[in-house]
């Protein structure tokens, strides 16, 4: 199978040279671990891609899918409408903010950011008004797609593709050092009365090593945007479901976006699906007997009832007192490991919100994607049957919900054990 997979498969962010090498075959998956034919148990501590908030093979996710595939497995969604759909956004809008009323289904985390990128630009053409500049965040990454490509940074994710992406102002992300320059050139962008949208990653910057940002800077930046009437974007696909200790990220904000883009640990990761919800003022103005003010927008896959079931079932865990429970300790778990290690000579950042650990690495290369100590740290784990898949010289840990301590522990000290060595 690894000879047929070298000879056909492609696979993603992997350079090529690297693809003609093994990839390691998992053959079947629980709890926190992958399983192996030759016998290794591999702690997935990054929940495959941030997706896995359950631990792998549930089996509770496991029967509502095997009972959905049964019953309806897919039908198209313009002019039909069926039980898992309208379940999950009853579920979603029953812990989104108050300020949110509506629910548009897609099928991942890149699509759920063009939605909302489209759908608030539509809504300024829809009402005649020319708000044309969009606002990011410098470092930003929002996924693959080329509207999301355009609001994240340009770096080389997006370099073969600069020529044929839209403009776009950034501002630096917000530090204690350099907050007030970035409010007034935020505000001074903002006082053209040409911008439209803002979007951003609300207190977490995931691709981009694990920045973390203040919450109370955020709030400004939203309280500006809002009183020069800017459409507020939160792609939370990261920071959603707990993953900084709140359902959202924006929870620890006062104010509040207009539109919030929902992905990865919607379904547990059994499912892929994409959310994108907003405020009523964004659907009222599509509100029209001509069609070219509908949003015509949508996929073959829209809230597939697979995917609706299973989130459904993925949200009714995450709320029962023991997926909480687990998630706290986490977080304390990763608090107290942070004072034990925190004046450590290898390490020249090290940061936790909720369930996310970082640990920046010093280095003599600088701190982005292509370090060279990538390679070295994910090879390393690896050897230790931990999967942690490191962004540059950032190491980060955001593990299934379902982790054990002595897991953890586990982890903690293979970490410990390579910052000895660097």
């Not at 920046?360 to 994910?378: A, G, H, M, Q, V």
């Amino acid at each position: 199978m690894i000879d047929k997979d070298k000879e056909i498969v492609w696979h993603p962010f992997t350079p090529q040279h690297e693809n003609s090498s093994d990839n390691i075959f998992i053959e079947r998956a629980e709890g926190v671990y992958l399983h192996t034919p030759d016998g290794r148990k591999i702690i997935d501590a990054i929940s495959s891609w941030w997706v896995n908030i359950h631990g792998h093979s549930n089996p509770r996710i496991a029967k509502t899918l095997w009972e959905q595939a049964n019953t309806l497995e897919h039908v198209i969604f313009a002019g039909f409408t069926h039980q898992p759909a309208i379940k999950l956004a009853e579920n979603l809008l029953s812990i989104l903010p108050e300020n949110i009323k509506k629910v548009f289904y897609s099928d991942n985390g890149s699509t759920a950011n063009e939605v909302a990128i489209k759908m608030a630009i539509q809504y300024w053409h829809n009402l005649g008004i020319k708000k044309k500049k969009i606002v990011a965040l410098e470092g930003a990454y929002h996924g693959d797609t080329f509207g999301a490509m355009a609001v994240g940074d340009r770096n080389i994710f997006t370099t073969p593709f600069t020529d044929y992406l839209f403009e776009v102002a950034f501002v630096d992300l917000p530090t204690k050092e350099n907050q007030d320059h970035v409010i007034n050139k935020f505000e001074s962008l903002l006082q053209t009365g040409e911008v439209g949208i803002f979007i951003f990653e609300p207190l977490v910057q995931g691709a981009a090593g694990m920045r973390i940002y203040d919450s109370d800077t955020l709030d400004l930046m939203l309280k500006i945007a809002k009183k020069h009437n800017v459409i507020c974007i939160a792609d939370e696909v990261f920071t959603g479901f707990y993953r900084t200790g709140k359902f959202l990220a924006s929870n620890y904000l006062s104010e509040q976006p207009d539109i919030i883009a929902l992905s990865k640990g919607i379904t547990g990761g059994t499912m892929p699906l994409g959310v994108t919800v907003c405020v009523q003022k964004i659907y009222d103005a599509y509100l029209s007997t001509e069609m070219s003010k509908a949003f015509l927008h949508g996929h073959s896959y829209t809230a597939n009832p697979l995917a609706c079931a299973v989130a459904n079932t993925s949200f009714e865990i995450l709320m029962e007192k023991t997926c909480q429970a687990q998630i706290q300790e986490i977080a304390a778990c990763h608090q107290e490991f942070i004072k034990g290690i925190k004046n450590h000579q290898a390490i020249l950042n090290i940061r936790a919100l909720g369930t996310i650990l970082a640990i920046e690495i010093r280095s003599n290369e600088k701190t982005e994607y292509t370090n060279p100590l990538r390679k070295k740290i994910y090879e390393y784990f690896l050897t230790k049957d931990i999967l942690l898949r490191p962004l540059g010289n950032v190491i980060y840990l955001v593990p299934p919900y379902v982790i054990t301590k002595d897991e953890l522990k586990k982890i903690y000290q293979t970490i410990l054990e390579f910052l000895n060595l660097v």
